[in-house]
Each structure stands twice: as structure tokens, then as C-alpha cells.
């Protein structure tokens, strides 16, 4: 079974544009969640989908949004960059809500670097 | 506000020696807790998780975890600490999806 995908592994983008990441999740999983990494903060969750509804939501602004499709593939946008956006930016599947006991799944990241 | 807490961002330990890594969880329900491991320019992979079956929990390569309720605790030990086991360890909290800020484990030979 193919784990999670994060696509682009990594981006360069300047202050002000704005970013689109991509993830899907392992086949079979309805819960996408998104956390931004920083070796300052740690790990930090933005948000959660289940079937297309955002389910929860971290304490970032609205700058930070994503959306959920059928196929349970999940976007992450971000708008308006500021520099302390750089961080990695890991999506995690999980069979149901990652709230629960169920082990969530993690992928590789994408590694943002704001310039 | 950060439900988990690690202490000690970097851990540096013998080959061959105890691994011990701490995380206290601020939950008055407890929670669901996992610790997770991540390598490198990888993601995070689950070591093992504690939902309420059994206080002792064993995960991979010979890691495991003890919850204790009043100690309000999930600290993650391994008898021996292998190279391989240079990585970053994290703590979490099935209440708000919370995470500790992490533990970086040294092995020196």
C-alpha cells in the first residue's frame, strides 16, 4: 500500500505570493491533517479534514487554508507570505478522525523556504 | 496551549546505554498518547501508542513507553541505544492533536 505523498517536496517562494501544497493520503483514509514544522515551535497543527469538512482547526490565521476532495485529497494554502512561514509542512492520514486512538501516517513534507 | 511537554530538546546518550525520554501530558482526561520518530528528511513514524488497554506499551526496535496517571506521564525508554536510534523523537496527545516540541537524541559511540 503507497504511504502519503506530498507534492513539491520542496519551495521557494518570496514575501507576498502565495503557495499551494498538495497531499494524499494512503488509499482507503478519509482524515487529512496538516502540521507545520519549525525547530523553534516543533510540530504545530493547522487543520483536519474528513470528508471534505474541516473537522478542526489550529490556532494559525486565515492566511492558512486548505480544502478536501472526494478522493480524500488534500490542499494546503497559504497567502501572503511572511518569512516566518519557512518551515516543513507535513500532511497526516489517518482511517478516521485523528482525534481518536488511531494511528495517523505521516508523509515526507514539503520544505517552504520564504525568501 | 500545549497540552504535551518534553523536556530537554537535545538528548545525548551512550551506545549501548538507557534511553530515556521524557513527556507529561496537561489533560484532566486522559488522553490517547503516541510517540513518534522521525529520521531525517523523513516523516514522522509511529513508535507506539497508549489508548487505555494497558499501562506498559512496547513498541519497535525494542522501545517502550509506561503511562502513569498520577505523574500525569508517558516517558519512552529503550534498554540499549543502538546508532540507528539517532533521530528525533516527539510526544502527542490525542487532545487537540498536540505535539511536544521534540527530543533530539544523540548516540555517541
Known amino acids: 500500500k503507497a504511504g502519503v505523498t506530498q507534492t513539491p517536496r520542496y519551495l521557494i517562494k518570496t514575501r507576498g505570493q502565495q503557495v499551494t501544497l498538495s497531499c494524499s493520503p494512503i488509499s482507503g483514509h478519509r482524515s487529512v491533517s496538516w502540521y507545520q514544522q519549525t525547530p523553534g515551535q516543533g510540530l504545530q497543527f493547522l487543520f483536519e479534514?474528513?470528508?471534505?469538512?474541516?473537522?478542526n482547526k489550529g490556532n494559525f490565521p486565515g492566511r492558512f487554508s486548505g480544502r478536501q476532495f472526494s478522493n480524500s485529497r488534500s490542499e494546503m494554502n497559504v497567502s501572503t507570505l511572511e518569512l516566518g512561514d519557512s518551515a516543513l509542512y507535513l500532511c497526516a492520514s489517518s482511517l478516521v478522525l485523528a482525534g481518536s486512538n488511531n494511528e495517523q501516517f505521516f508523509g515526507p513534507g514539503t520544505r517552504l523556504t520564504v525568501l | 496551549a500545549q497540552s504535551v511537554t518534553q523536556l530537554g530538546s537535545h538528548v545525548s546518550v551512550s551506545e549501548g546505554a538507557l534511553v530515556l525520554l521524557r513527556c507529561n501530558y496537561s489533560s484532566s482526561v486522559p488522553p490517547y498518547l503516541f510517540w513518534y520518530v522521525q529520521y531525517p528528511n523523513q516523516g514522522l513514524q509511529l513508535l507506539l501508542k497508549?489508548?487505555?488497554?494497558?499501562?506498559l506499551v512496547k513498541g519497535i526496535n525494542d522501545f517502550e513507553a509506561e503511562f502513569k496517571k498520577s505523574e500525569t506521564s508517558f516517558h519512552l525508554t529503550k534498554p540499549s541505544a543502538h546508532m540507528s536510534d539517532a533521530a528525533e523523537y516527539f510526544c502527542?496527545?490525542?487532545?487537540?492533536?498536540?505535539f511536544g516540541k521534540g527530543n533530539q537524541v544523540v548516540v555517541i559511540p
Open positions: 502527542a496527545s490525542n487532545n487537540r492533536l498536540a
Open positions: 479534514y474528513f470528508s471534505e469538512t474541516q473537522r
Open positions: 497508549y489508548t487505555s488497554a494497558a499501562t
